[in-house]
């Protein structure tokens, strides 16, 4: 038996640890008028490799209790990594402390009573309890190739299992679980100047198809030898499904403005975010759809936001058209909007809602991304981005570079490797010149608490400012 299979906790065993702990934070918060317990625990690990070795094998518990109390209209949350009786007790001391202290909140709500929630089946224990001895066995296929072809291969191989239980002092119980992981690899084949890079995510680890991984890495590191320079302009591009994962998590926060929620009502409503008064506009391609769905087959985490509100699909983008916004019981009381859709961060929020489980469509038939590099007749394959930064948060501006394989496309094929290049570029302006596109796929992990589903692309007149000398 493994590590992982031995840490396990059965469901039953966390729901009478919640139980415990609400009953200790609750004879210890007499004084106040409401008690909010969230208990979240997590086991994953991570089997690192490179340069043709195993590497590492990293295994992690972890557990956090956030207590929030009321007390008059006032609130506070504490939280701890400690479940032990007496550092609860003085946990639930700290959130009373602060609570006396705070003034009263003019959006005060009571507690949120017991609610309903469609069940999600989002747990899968092969995950979990995979033998390393197999999960060895899906790296090793990569070292192998990498080794018959003179290459290095590096990466990480991880699994995840996380465990959320709410309970309030007015009968409201929620509770989810669930597996995710992901496969990263990067072949190498001249120190660092010749990769390629793939990448694979799951929630079931039977759904991995390791060897196509390291085939896809294979290629694109065998393709980017001798790589060119291109000059600096605006070019037609294919973005490979993984390659923007980080890029897309801008388009629904303000990053200079604290990663404040731009697609949620609060910062809506007081004018902070670039959305404010766009309502029924168009602010893209009329091909283009966004939606928060958390019932998504492909998607993560529970069905309730953080005070355990069921979650709602909102039509965000439709046809390019502002069409909504993700809304709180707060948002929806402070404003005499229609009913919540269950966007709320824990509470206290400063910031206001945000979606969590967004979903990026192009409408017309889906390619692969393979179709899409066919149809273009010049322009540039980017296999991935990093170092993407906000320039300019009203038109969504963003900088950063391609790394791991950009390629010169000529006639619907790969005539050479190019040099890595920045880009500057509005995300507005981008998905509203998107041609085509492939069949939305999960991200590697939750970035900025949002899981987003996106496709590849093809499109038209993507702006790159320079080229780099490596």
Same mark, same amino acid.
């Given at each position: $038996?493994? $590590?992982?299979? &031995? ?33 979240? @625990?997590? /086991? ?10 195993? +590497? ?5 518990? !972890? ?6 109390? @009321?007390?008059?209209? #006032? /609130? ?20 009373? !402390? ?16 017991? /609610? ?18 197999? &999960? ?50 990067? $072949? ?11 990448? !694979?995510?799951?929630?079931?680890? #039977? ?57 949620? $009502?609060?910062?809506? &409503? ?7 008064? #766009?309502?029924?506009? &168009? ?80 409408? +017309? ?56 290049? #920045?880009?500057? /570029? ?7 010149? =998107? ?5 939305? =796929?999960?991200?590697? @992990? ?25």
């Amino acid at each position: $038996m493994d $590590m992982a299979q &031995k840490m396990m906790q059965p469901d039953s065993l966390l729901k009478e640890r919640a139980h415990e702990l609400f009953r200790t934070v609750k004879d210890a918060a007499r004084e106040a008028d409401g008690i909010e317990i969230t208990l979240t @625990t997590g /086991q994953s690990e991570n089997l690192r490799f490179g340069n043709n070795e195993l +590497g590492q094998s990293q295994f992690g518990k !972890s557990r956090n209790l956030s207590i929030r109390l @009321t007390l008059d209209k #006032r /609130q506070a949350r504490a939280t701890t990594g400690r479940l032990e009786k007496s550092l609860v007790e003085k946990t639930v001391e700290k959130a009373l !402390s602060q609570a006396r202290t705070s003034p009263q909140d003019p959006d005060h709500l009571p507690m949120l009573e017991a /609610q309903r929630y469609h069940g999600l089946d989002r747990y899968h224990e092969r995950t979990l309890t995979e033998p390393a001895e197999q &999960k060895a066995a899906h790296i090793g296929f990569a070292i192998d190739l990498a080794r018959k072809n003179g290459l290095l291969a590096s990466g990480v191989l991880g699994t995840n299992v996380g465990n959320v239980w709410i309970l309030n002092s007015v009968g409201l119980e929620a509770n989810y679980k669930g597996t995710n992981g992901f496969y990263s690899l990067t $072949m190498d084949a001249d120190n660092g100047n010749q990769t390629g890079y793939a990448l !694979s995510t799951f929630a079931d680890i #039977r759904e991995l198809d390791a060897g196509k991984v390291a085939e896809t890495a294979l290629e694109r590191a065998r393709l980017n030898k001798n790589q060119g320079e291109t000059l600096p302009g605006k070019y037609d591009v294919v973005v490979d499904p993984y390659a923007w994962s980080e890029t897309l998590f801008f388009l629904t926060v303000s990053a200079t403005a604290g990663y404040a929620p731009d697609f949620g $009502m609060r910062q809506y &409503k007081e004018g902070r975010s670039y959305l404010s008064g #766009r309502l029924g506009e &168009k602010i893209m391609g009329d091909n283009i759809s966004i939606e928060d769905d958390a019932y998504h087959p492909l998607q993560t985490g529970p069905s309730f936001d953080g005070e355990g509100y069921p979650k709602s699909p909102v039509s965000l983008v439709e046809n390019g058209e502002l069409r909504g916004l993700a809304s709180s019981r707060i948002s929806a009381h402070r404003y005499n909007d229609a009913k919540p859709t269950g966007h709320e961060l824990q509470l206290p929020n400063p910031l206001g809602e945000t979606p969590t489980n967004l979903v990026v469509r192009a409408k +017309g038939p889906t390619k692969t991304v393979e179709k899409l590099v066919g149809e273009l007749d010049k322009g540039i394959l980017i296999t991935r981005l990093w170092y993407v930064r906000e320039v300019e948060p009203r038109t969504k501006t963003l900088t950063g570079m391609t790394r791991d394989g950009t390629f010169l496309v000529e006639n619907g094929e790969i005539k050479k490797p190019l040099r890595n290049l #920045r880009f500057n /570029q509005s995300l507005l302006e981008l998905f509203s010149n =998107i041609e085509s596109a492939s069949e939305p =796929i999960r991200n590697t @992990t939750d970035f900025g608490g949002a899981t987003i589903l996106q496709p590849g692309i093809l499109a038209r007149g993507f702006n790159f400012t320079s080229a780099s000398v490596f």
